[in-house]
């Protein structure tokens, strides 16, 4: 049972739950990825984790680290099930299309959709190998190898909750607390909400079972919507080195295009209270501290 926290729009997990203890798949999943693991970070298992080695190509690295996300993806996807349960949404309700399909819902389905808490975007849940290659590639590149490599990948695998406005808040902190019960560990929430560019939560998590790094979306069905419009000029954008002058100037411009869409993403009630655990906890014993100083 969960219980909000008056005045902040958080949601307390219930201090009576059993913590979660690793099961008999979870030992399978984490062998699995230390296998390919040590592949992508140019080692062999034996050497262990940051110890790196000429066996492989830059290619063959990103496609054993990709793979090593497509294994884990079907499981984490089960468990993003239920955390979108936990935050109200309704089980079988995702939303995936093939990646070039046109969007064939009905007016009346769209509406329902602007409506209920749901995943969305699936068929982008693992990141595509040209898409890692730079980030593996641009890593290497400032001297790191091995696991500082993999370390900094946080998104992988992502998923998208979408939320209605009246129940972002609330819903986001739900699954969250949803996310640390099941047993991953919370590594970054990213609130742009006030942001020009881009608007939304972002927060990034180390999968209980395997390690690997994951990101997790929360986003309104405008600043969705505004995301998906707005994805080419980030694409353009990401190819760009700020480091040159002339490149810099051009990422000034795009993001300003960028920025005419995001101003119509207002910020939901409440989502200025979504922060990580930690600061959450931070901020409601100071709101304790307050009022004990009041009375």
Same mark, same amino acid.
């Given at each position: 049972?969960?219980?909000?926290?008056?005045?902040?729009?958080?949601?307390?997990?219930?201090?009576?739950? /059993?913590?979660?203890?690793? *099961?008999?798949? #979870?030992?399978?999943? %984490?062998?699995?990825? =230390?296998? @390919?693991?040590?592949?992508?970070?140019?080692?062999?298992?034996?050497?262990?984790?940051?110890?790196?080695?000429?066996?492989?190509?830059?290619?063959?690295?990103?496609?054993?680290?990709?793979?090593?996300?497509?294994?884990?993806?079907s499981t984490l996807r089960e468990e993003m099930r239920q955390v979108v349960v936990a935050a109200g949404g309704i089980p079988g309700h995702e939303q995936e299309r093939p990646k070039e399909d046109r969007d064939t819902r009905t007016g009346q389905e769209k509406?329902?959709?602007?409506?209920?808490?749901?995943?969305?975007?699936?068929?982008?849940?693992?990141?595509?190998?040209?898409?890692?290659?730079?980030?593996?590639?641009?890593? /290497?590149?400032?001297?790191? *190898?091995?696991? #500082?490599?993999?370390? %900094?990948?946080?998104? =992988?695998? @992502?998923?998208?909750?979408?939320?209605?406005?009246?129940?972002?808040?609330?819903?986001?902190?739900?699954?969250?607390?949803?996310?640390?019960?099941?047993?991953?560990?919370?590594?970054?929430?990213?609130?742009?909400?006030?942001?020009?560019?881009?608007?939304?939560?972002?927060?990034?998590?180390?999968?209980?079972?395997?390690?690997?790094?994951?990101?997790?979306?929360?986003?309104?069905?405008?600043?969705?919507?505004?995301?998906?419009?707005?994805?080419?000029?980030?694409?353009?954008?990401?190819?760009?080195?700020?480091?040159?002058?002339?490149?810099?100037?051009?990422?000034?411009?795009?993001?300003?295009?960028?920025?005419?869409?995001?101003?119509?993403?207002?910020?939901?009630?409440?989502?200025?209270?979504?922060?990580?655990?930690?600061? @959450?906890?931070?901020?409601?014993?100071?709101?304790?501290?307050?009022?004990e100083g009041w009375s």
């Amino acid at each position: 049972m969960e219980t909000p926290s008056e005045g902040t729009g958080a949601w307390e997990a219930d201090e009576s739950a /059993e913590p979660h203890e690793e *099961s008999s798949e #979870d030992a399978v999943g %984490r062998e699995s990825f =230390a296998r @390919r693991l040590a592949v992508a970070e140019g080692r062999s298992q034996s050497e262990g984790p940051g110890t790196s080695g000429p066996e492989s190509t830059l290619d063959e690295r990103v496609k054993a680290f990709r793979q090593q996300a497509l294994d884990r993806e079907s499981t984490l996807r089960e468990e993003m099930r239920q955390v979108v349960v936990a935050a109200g949404g309704i089980p079988g309700h995702e939303q995936e299309r093939p990646k070039e399909d046109r969007d064939t819902r009905t007016g009346q389905e769209k509406l329902e959709d602007w409506h209920r808490v749901h995943l969305v975007g699936l068929e982008h849940a693992v990141k595509d190998i040209d898409s890692l290659r730079p980030k593996f590639s641009r890593y /290497e590149a400032a001297g790191m *190898s091995g696991s #500082d490599v993999t370390a %900094r990948i946080k998104d =992988a695998v @992502r998923y998208t909750i979408q939320l209605p406005d009246d129940q972002y808040s609330a819903g986001a902190w739900k699954a969250i607390d949803a996310l640390t019960a099941q047993g991953h560990e919370p590594l970054e929430v990213r609130n742009s909400w006030d942001d020009k560019v881009y608007r939304g939560v972002n927060t990034s998590w180390r999968d209980h079972a395997s390690g690997l790094n994951f990101e997790v979306q929360f986003h309104t069905p405008f600043s969705f919507l505004v995301k998906q419009s707005t994805h080419s000029i980030y694409k353009v954008q990401r190819e760009l080195d700020p480091a040159k002058e002339h490149e810099r100037e051009k990422i000034g411009e795009l993001q300003q295009r960028q920025a005419v869409f995001t101003h119509f993403a207002t910020a939901p009630p409440g989502a200025e209270t979504i922060v990580s655990p930690k600061e @959450r906890e931070q901020r409601e014993a100071q709101s304790q501290d307050r009022q004990e100083g009041w009375s």
